[in-house]
């Protein structure tokens, strides 16, 4: 049985979503405690807790200990399969966050999957946004094989949620090695502004027109698709991502969301500023998608290697879990001002 610590690290649900998806693949049971120990409201909260059921639904794993709160739970996975399933958050947790959890084990399923996540966050805090997915992680695992899309039906935000998506899943057992050593030129700035019954603010063009102006201050002509949306008259919100592609394979992202008392033009000026980060740097990933390829790079034949800015907290748990569960070999070296992560042959 795979043993886990959850107030080890971050101590966050980080690794309660890695924990599981690795144990789902491997097909061995798996029991985690002191989950989430060192957060506010330490246990399951209502996404962790719709991650593990989503998950156990694609594996058919007997659960325990998967209640609101709980900060102990064993989960005794069988074979991954292909089906289509459903999940609701009810909450505004992530949507973003539960994908990522499944994501993994969807590689690895038997045949085609299909998600539908309902009442849950597209764009939240401490969050990627669900634009974020669908234009930045998905196209650089699609480089390693997978194919995977996100339909967004609805737009969800604090704090009613409401939102809800479609992913499609096309296995690829067998996940390709990634190698991400160079910057090399700008080809393509892009993005999409997002706002959900704002229209008559301008909050999405708003939004749009200011990241484009401080972009061309970089000698950039950014592309931003303007969607005002309307598929969810119980919550208004908004969000930005901006991504910059490269002619070496690489996909550099950076969002925001709105927030009461935040205007259309600093969410824009966050967003910006998160992407203009990355870009100056000249990693190869974002700190962001650090984090979460490791899991695929963990999981991939042959040795996959990329730079980033820094190692989050979140990078760490998730190089330390993958490694622990997965015996593979990682290693971060200072390469200048970026980091390099290797992942040594399997």
Avoid at 123 to 150: C, F, Q
Avoid at 153 to 163: D, E, L
Avoid at 310 to 328: D, F, K, P
């Amino acid at each position: 049985m795979i043993e886990v610590d959850g107030s080890q690290k971050s101590g966050s649900g980080t690794i309660l979503r890695l924990s599981v998806a690795l144990a789902g693949i491997l097909g061995e049971p798996l029991h985690v405690y002191n989950i989430r120990k060192k957060r506010r409201q330490p246990g399951l909260r209502p996404q962790h807790l719709e991650a593990v059921l989503t998950a156990a639904k694609l594996c058919d794993a007997k659960v325990e200990g998967a209640v609101l709160g709980s900060q102990e739970l064993w989960f005794n996975p069988g074979k991954v399969r292909g089906a289509e399933i459903r999940a609701e958050i009810g909450t505004a947790g992530s949507i973003p966050m539960l994908i990522m959890t499944v994501l993994p084990m969807c590689a690895f399923a038997d045949r085609p999957v299909t998600l539908h996540v309902e009442k849950g966050g597209t764009d939240v805090r401490h969050s990627p946004t669900i634009n974020y997915i669908r234009h930045v992680l998905l196209p650089v695992l699609e480089s390693m094989g997978l194919k995977a899309s996100v339909e967004v039906h609805k737009y969800g935000y604090y704090p009613k949620g409401m939102g809800a998506v479609t992913l499609k899943v096309q296995p690829c057992k067998v996940l390709s090695p990634i190698r991400l050593e160079d910057f090399g030129e700008v080809t393509e700035v892009a993005g999409v502004s997002v706002c959900t019954f704002l229209a008559d603010r301008k909050v999405a063009e708003r939004q749009a027109k200011e990241a484009e102006k401080i972009l061309a201050t970089r000698g950039y002509r950014p592309k931003i698709r303007v969607v005002n949306d309307f598929s969810n008259p119980t919550q208004k919100g908004s969000s930005i991502v901006l991504w910059v592609k490269t002619n070496s394979g690489v996909i550099l992202g950076g969002d925001a969301i709105g927030e009461i008392g935040k205007t259309s033009e600093a969410v824009a000026r966050e967003a910006t500023r998160n992407l203009l980060k990355e870009v100056d740097s000249e990693a190869t990933v974002d700190v962001h998608l650090a984090d979460m390829l490791i899991p695929y790079v963990a999981l991939a034949e042959g040795e996959s290697s990329f730079l980033t800015r820094t190692v989050t907290e979140h990078m760490e748990s998730n190089l330390w879990l993958a490694s622990t569960i997965l015996g593979v070999n990682f290693h971060v070296e200072r390469k200048e001002k970026l980091f390099r992560i290797v992942k040594t042959g399997s």
